[in-house]
């Protein structure tokens, strides 16, 4: 053995002891939870995966979840806010309260093997494109390794975590606001598989949903048509007026629609017709206007083609109001921790997926991003974390589970989370939420920071959830 590699061993050495020395205590006892309970956090993923139960309809995902938590020591109430796959699993006593939120429900049409090319498991299938199967496990073991800490007495509060059904579609975080489960929160924690690691500072889109439906009168197509009020026409004519708004909105706007039913047969004019169409913006203030001139689009619609029609509010999300105090202290927690490593048939694996979704054969990304500043105008999705983070300070946190550029909501997403890649993401995502926690949990300056830069940046605004009656169950 050379004295070069003896020096760089002791090197090596001195820094893990540093690095060690810094976490403290309590983060060392999160991270030691959540390496005793990697390999069952690691079974309820991929049974998550596996069972790929979508919106409003992940019963076993959520038992699989709620069953762990209660094995664990943490009180669980199922079917909260009128959901039966919604619940709270909950430890402890007083303040702080610190949730963490847990999703699970899956997309339609994305079933994959754990392969780096296109292979569905069953064909038609669901598929966790979005990674849920990791954020509801990688949440769960946070909540276990604090509820832990709560019990021997190292520090003292509430943990409260909430399994939170149908992101994907209906967004089921907005009738569980509107239940009260986050009135007694100081502070809320989140996370969401990515393509990097980074504590999370962007807001979303804000949204509405809502379905259109046209009524008319069927005819025979070809030897009374005359007869007929043609429920399909108005569906064409709202379209071709949807498309031609587009010019006339703000950039950062967005319009989608989804047809629904435009007719089921040729030779009979549909006297029904119906569309889903969603309204977006970073800004709620600009995304509400513009719902409201695509309503009136309907009428118009419907008008024209003399048929009559009906306008039903799906639900609607806020934008997520970001809290840099919280991602500062997610920040130094992500430092502590440094990036992930990967071993070489892993790379190969995340190349793989690049190779055959066109993307730059570069691999995996888990160098730790910098705190970004805050965009105000920042693109991308939607959640309904937004929802959440209007009514209590949220930290958000985004870590790698897939290779770099990889599309989101695809089959690549899918292959990578039911693997060792996204494995390692979600239990890195655990102890990150877990060490921020812990800071939390034993500061009580940092907890009042946190929410003195919430209550500013919500100023004036009142929240009103944008849900018109009870969760859509059984509507898919």
Same mark, same amino acid.
């Given at each position: 053995?050379?004295?070069?590699?003896?020096?760089?061993?002791?090197?090596?050495? +001195?820094?893990?002891?540093?690095?060690?020395?810094?976490?403290?205590?309590?983060?060392?006892? =999160?991270?030691?939870?959540?390496?005793?309970?990697?390999?069952?956090?690691?079974?309820?993923?991929?049974?998550?995966?596996?069972?790929?139960?979508?919106?409003?309809? #992940?019963?076993?995902?959520?038992?699989?979840?709620?069953?762990?938590?209660?094995?664990?020591?943490?009180?669980?109430?199922?079917?909260?806010?009128?959901?039966?796959?919604?619940?709270?699993?909950?430890?402890?006593?007083?303040? $702080?309260?610190?949730?963490?939120?847990?999703?699970?429900? @899956?997309?339609?049409?994305? /079933?994959?093997?754990?392969?780096?090319?296109?292979?569905?498991?069953?064909?038609?299938? $669901?598929?966790?494109?979005?990674?849920?199967?990791?954020?509801?496990?990688? /949440?769960?073991?946070?909540?276990?390794?604090?509820?832990?800490?709560?019990?021997?007495?190292?520090?003292?509060?509430?943990?409260?975590?909430?399994?939170?059904? &149908?992101?994907?579609?209906?967004?089921?975080?907005?009738?569980?606001?509107?239940?009260?489960?986050?009135?007694?929160?100081?502070?809320?924690?989140?996370?969401?598989?990515?393509?990097?690691?980074?504590?999370?500072?962007?807001?979303?889109?804000?949204?509405?949903?809502?379905?259109?439906?046209?009524?008319?009168?069927?005819?025979?197509?070809?030897?009374?048509?005359?007869?007929?009020?043609?429920?399909?026409?108005?569906?064409?004519?709202?379209?071709?007026?949807?498309?031609?708004?587009?010019?006339?909105?703000?950039?950062?706007?967005?319009?989608?629609?989804?047809?629904?039913?435009?007719?089921? =047969?040729?030779?009979?004019?549909?006297?029904?017709?119906?569309?889903?169409?969603?309204?977006?913006?970073?800004?709620?203030?600009?995304?509400?206007? +513009?719902?409201?001139?695509?309503?009136?689009? &309907?009428?118009?619609?419907?008008? !024209? &083609?003399?048929?009559?029609?009906?306008?039903?509010?799906?639900?609607?999300?806020?934008?997520?109001?970001?809290?840099?105090?919280?991602?500062?202290?997610?920040?130094?927690?992500? #430092?502590?921790?440094?990036?992930?490593?990967?071993?070489?048939?892993?790379?190969?694996?995340?190349?793989?997926?690049?190779?055959?979704?066109?993307?730059?054969?570069?691999?995996?990304?888990?160098?730790?991003?910098?705190?970004?500043?805050?965009?105000?105008?920042?693109?991308?999705?939607?959640?309904?974390?937004?929802?959440?983070?209007?009514?209590?300070?949220?930290?958000?946190?985004?870590? +790698?589970?897939?290779?770099?550029?990889?599309?989101?909501?695809?089959?690549?997403?899918?292959?990578?989370?039911? !693997?060792?890649?996204?494995?390692?993401? !979600? =239990?890195?995502? /655990?102890?990150?939420? @877990?060490?921020?926690?812990?800071?939390?949990?034993?500061?009580?300056?940092?907890?009042?920071? =946190?929410?003195?830069?919430?209550?500013?940046?919500?100023?004036?605004?009142?929240?009103?959830?944008?849900?018109?009656?009870?969760?859509?169950?059984?509507?898919?």
């Amino acid at each position: 053995m050379n004295k070069n590699f003896l020096t760089l061993l002791f090197i090596a050495a +001195t820094l893990q002891f540093a690095v060690g020395q810094k976490i403290g205590k309590n983060k060392q006892a =999160v991270i030691t939870s959540i390496e005793k309970h990697k390999s069952e956090l690691i079974r309820i993923s991929d049974s998550i995966w596996a069972l790929a139960e979508t919106a409003f309809e #992940e019963s076993k995902s959520a038992e699989v979840l709620a069953e762990y938590a209660e094995k664990n020591g943490l009180k669980v109430t199922r079917g909260v806010a009128d959901i039966p796959t919604a619940f709270t699993a909950t430890y402890g006593s007083g303040k $702080p309260v610190i949730s963490i939120l847990g999703e699970f429900d @899956a997309l339609p049409g994305l /079933s994959q093997k754990t392969e780096p090319t296109k292979n569905p498991r069953i064909d038609g299938a $669901p598929g966790h494109g979005c990674g849920h199967n990791m954020f509801g496990a990688a /949440s769960l073991g946070s909540a276990i390794a604090i509820k832990e800490l709560i019990a021997d007495g190292k520090i003292k509060g509430t943990v409260k975590f909430l399994g939170t059904p &149908a992101e994907e579609k209906y967004f089921a975080k907005v009738w569980m606001v509107e239940a009260g489960l986050w009135d007694d929160v100081d502070v809320n924690i989140s996370w969401h598989p990515g393509a990097n690691i980074e504590a999370d500072v962007q807001s979303g889109l804000s949204l509405i949903d809502f379905i259109v439906e046209f009524y008319g009168q069927a005819a025979h197509a070809s030897a009374d048509p005359w007869n007929g009020r043609s429920a399909s026409d108005a569906l064409e004519l709202y379209t071709t007026g949807i498309n031609y708004y587009r010019e006339h909105i703000k950039p950062t706007s967005r319009i989608h629609y989804h047809i629904q039913d435009g007719g089921q =047969v040729v030779n009979v004019v549909p006297d029904y017709s119906k569309i889903w169409v969603r309204v977006r913006d970073p800004k709620r203030k600009v995304m509400l206007p +513009t719902y409201e001139q695509v309503k009136k689009m &309907a009428e118009g619609a419907a008008i !024209m &083609a003399n048929v009559e029609y009906k306008i039903s509010l799906v639900s609607g999300i806020y934008e997520t109001l970001v809290n840099r105090s919280g991602g500062e202290i997610m920040q130094e927690n992500l #430092e502590l921790l440094g990036p992930i490593t990967y071993t070489a048939e892993e790379t190969a694996f995340g190349k793989a997926i690049q190779k055959a979704t066109g993307k730059p054969e570069v691999g995996m990304d888990s160098s730790i991003e910098p705190l970004k500043e805050t965009e105000e105008f920042p693109g991308g999705g939607s959640t309904d974390v937004g929802d959440v983070s209007w009514n209590v300070p949220n930290i958000n946190l985004s870590v +790698t589970v897939a290779p770099k550029d990889t599309p989101w909501h695809s089959w690549a997403v899918v292959a990578c989370g039911g !693997m060792s890649i996204g494995h390692k993401g !979600m =239990v890195y995502a /655990s102890k990150a939420m @877990a060490m921020t926690m812990v800071d939390l949990f034993e500061n009580q300056k940092l907890v009042d920071k =946190v929410k003195e830069e919430f209550k500013n940046r919500k100023g004036d605004e009142k929240y009103e959830a944008m849900i018109d009656g009870p969760p859509p169950i059984g509507s898919n």
